[in-house]
């Protein structure tokens, strides 16, 4: 069983950054893509960013493109966000999500998850 546990965030003034992780317990193949959905208030979940730990391959939605990346601790099994540039519109709740795929994962279908973290940003 995959566990995600997130940190970081927080709040920060537009313009800003921030930097989410988030950890992953008993990787498996099952976790081979991780990354961050969010989900604003009166919102759907959105998908943000995702990794995936065999190929390096990356995913950033359009919205954060060119001011969010991520970095990563194989020892550690850990991924990073990095958010810069932040707007307004980049206040969310973001949840660390994991599968087999990015592909998968974009499906919003039996992701791992973790607890989700609080990212606010003051115009």
């Known amino acids: 069983q995959v566990q995600l546990v997130e940190s970081g965030g927080g709040l920060a003034q537009a313009g800003g950054s921030l930097r989410l992780s988030c950890a992953a317990s008993?990787?498996?193949?099952?976790?081979?893509?991780m990354g961050w959905f969010r989900q604003a208030p009166g919102k759907e979940r959105e998908f943000v960013a995702a990794?995936?730990?065999?190929?390096?391959?990356?995913k950033f939605s359009d919205s954060v493109k060119g001011r969010f990346t991520i970095a990563i601790d194989n020892a550690k099994n850990t991924v990073y966000l990095q958010m810069n540039s932040l707007k307004s519109e980049d206040t969310a709740i973001y949840y660390c999500a994991a599968h087999s795929s990015i592909a998968n994962m974009l499906r919003d279908e039996n992701n791992y998850w973790g607890q989700g973290t609080q990212v606010t940003v003051s115009s």
């Open positions: 008993g990787r498996t193949f099952s976790s081979n893509a």
């Open positions: 990794y995936t730990w065999i190929s390096g391959d990356t």
